[in-house]
Every structure is written in C-alpha cells, then in structure tokens.
C-alpha cells in the first residue's frame, strides 16, 4: 500500500540533511529539496522503517542522558566514599591517641558526629609518644564545628 504525506514529515528541509537522507548533492548546493506543500509517495514499509528509525533515535538519547546521569552519581559517591575514608583515618589516629590538627578534628565532626564520639572515648592515653600528624581534611570541605573541643593527653580529664 502506498500513502501520500507531506515531504516536510520526512525530512528537514536544509542541505545539510540531505546525504542523511540519501539524497545526492550533485547540482543542488542549496536549493531547498522539497518546496512547501509538496507530497511524497512512500510504502508502509518505508514507513516502519522511519518510525524504528525515529524510536532508535529516541532510546539512543535516552541511554545517553542515563550514562550522564550514571557518571555524576558516581562521581558523587566517589566523593563520599573519599571523605569516609579520611575521616576513618582520624578516627584510627585519635584512638591511637595521636597528635590531630584541629581541622582534622572539624572535618571528622562535621563528617561523622557520631564516629568523633566513639574516637574520643577510646582514645587511648597510654601512648607515651604520640605522633603528631599533619592535617588530611580537604580544604573545600572544611567549615569549624561549633561543638567540637578538641581533647589532647593534656587537656583530657583522667578516667576514674
């Protein structure tokens, strides 16, 4: 069966599209290929074969956008996990009851309230030489916490 539509459905009317749409150049640089009004005779399966064209097109950008989207979140969780590790870290070298700089100290509270808690009462008090350790916080990220005191051999009140 054949079925007469309008050419500008088919295609777009500008030079560039026409190898695209398997249309010689030859001799028409940039005369348009369809005036307005003009209408193409195509069969049905000419037809299916545009609109697979047309939905292929469409599951293309789709997946294209959810591989974006994928790599942010990714990237995003990067970042997280980055940030645990580093704030596991100062955790590990308060418990050994280690030197920390203060803003290892913020960025563990800000990260973790919860795992600065758990440092600072198992800080260990027994370590006659403590390291003193440079600061491993990323600056970005750092913002002073408010509520963070910072607890050193000297300033610790003894266990009873």
Do not use: C, Y
């Amino acid at each position: 069966m054949i079925k007469t539509i309008d050419a500008s459905q088919l295609f777009n009317n500008t030079p560039a599209h026409r190898n695209r749409a398997g249309f010689s150049m030859a001799g028409a640089k940039n005369a348009p290929i369809f005036a307005q009004g003009d209408s193409v005779e195509i069969s049905e399966e000419s037809r299916r074969a545009l609109d697979e064209r047309a939905m292929f097109l469409q599951w293309q950008e789709s997946a294209r956008e959810q591989a974006i989207q994928a790599r942010e979140t990714a990237k995003l969780q990067a970042e997280a996990h980055n940030a645990l590790l580093i704030a596991f870290e100062i955790a590990a070298r308060i418990m050994r009851g280690d030197v920390v700089p203060p803003d290892d100290i913020n960025f563990l509270g800000e990260t973790s309230p919860g795992l600065l808690m758990m440092a600072m009462s198992s800080r260990s008090f027994d370590n006659e030489n403590p390291e003193e350790h440079d600061g491993i916080a990323p600056r970005e990220n750092h913002r002073p916490a408010a509520n963070v005191q910072v607890v050193t051999p000297d300033t610790a009140t003894p266990r009873a």
